[in-house]
């Protein structure tokens, strides 16, 4: 496993993470703990979930019961701003303010059954509270040790520039990382948030880096998806433009004595800004096929054929 800083902190993070969105719904405590010992053995040390993971709290509550007496040897990350369904009382949709997030911050803490968060990341900006406030009140946890870093999920990248101007400007905590919706047929944070975060030191996190699967191969023309899988009872987004797509790469993977996995993680973790790529898993299995595929390096040429066959499109484009 090969580590990065995330962004131009200090904090190191192995190139493939894992994504804990499944843990508490789909993975129970059993399930969790072989995908969270098969993670540590593969190398992983970046773990990230979110505080309505798993039915809200679930995911959190059951990563700190796996994680107990190993704290220490994970970067842990969290998030908060999305809707928990009242567990704290009315929020009123100011779901990134003071009130709340001081509020948020002591129930994932209780959850995951630590006392700092390495990486507490924004799920989301609220209509009402300026990001003046929520840096203060991120900051505030920061000088306290409950936080080590702050990021931001699915911000634009003029609101990820505003954030970075804001810190510097009142002197806060700044974002370190950026988490955004990313893989090779999901392109579209190359235009704008990328080079955004070259400039600002910012580590992008990739999320979806398969596509609900479908960069895994485990989707066939005019097949019916698996049961059980995520894209199950959604065979008209299975498009043949998708699959032309695909193809493309499987291709270009076969070309190369690669699976399509490999092309999928490691030709992800090769873009410029990349820190570390997030895949869920529901199996040991899965999370060592996922550490595997992170060991592949493309070389410059590679890069560009994958720029040519897969380019930056947006959605729906």
């Keep these: 496993m090969r580590y990065r800083p995330l962004g131009s902190s200090g904090l190191m993070v192995s190139v493939v993470g894992l994504g804990c969105n499944n843990f508490g719904s789909r993975v129970d405590l059993t399930g969790t703990r072989a995908v969270v010992e098969a993670a540590l053995d593969s190398g992983i040390n970046f773990f990230d979930t979110a505080d309505t993971y798993g039915n809200k709290g679930g995911s959190e509550t059951l990563l700190g019961h796996v994680l107990r007496g190993r704290r220490d040897d994970v970067v842990l990350a969290t998030k908060v701003g999305n809707d928990m369904g009242g567990m704290y009382g009315q929020d009123f949709n100011a779901r990134a303010s003071r009130r709340y997030i001081r509020k948020a911050v002591e129930g994932s803490l209780s959850r995951l059954q630590t006392d700092y968060i390495d990486l507490y990341q924004l799920h989301n900006l609220d209509a009402f509270t300026p990001i003046e406030e929520t840096l203060e009140a991120l900051g505030e946890l920061v000088q306290e040790g409950k936080v080590r870093y702050v990021g931001s999920c699915n911000l634009d990248a003029w609101q990820v520039s505003d ?96 699976s399509l996995l490999d092309v999928a993680i490691g030709g992800l973790a090769a873009q410029p800004a990349v820190a570390s790529v997030i895949a869920g898993a529901t199996s040991a299995a899965q999370v060592r096929a996922n550490a595997a595929a992170g060991q592949w390096q493309p070389r410059a040429d590679d890069l560009a054929v994958l720029d040519k066959i897969a380019p930056t499109r947006r959605p729906g484009a």
């Design 163 to 258: 954030a970075e101007w804001t810190a510097r400007a009142s002197g806060t905590t700044r974002f370190i990382s950026a988490q955004n919706h990313y893989n090779l047929l999901v392109r579209d944070v190359e235009a704008e948030l990328v080079p955004a975060a070259l400039k600002y030191g910012i580590g992008v996190i990739p999320y979806f880096p398969l596509e609900n699967g479908i960069l895994s191969g485990k989707y066939l023309r005019d097949e019916a998806p698996p049961a059980g899988t995520r894209m199950a009872g959604r065979q008209d987004e299975l498009t043949d433009d998708l699959f032309d797509r695909v193809e493309t790469l499987e291709t270009f993977a076969r070309e190369r004595d690669r």
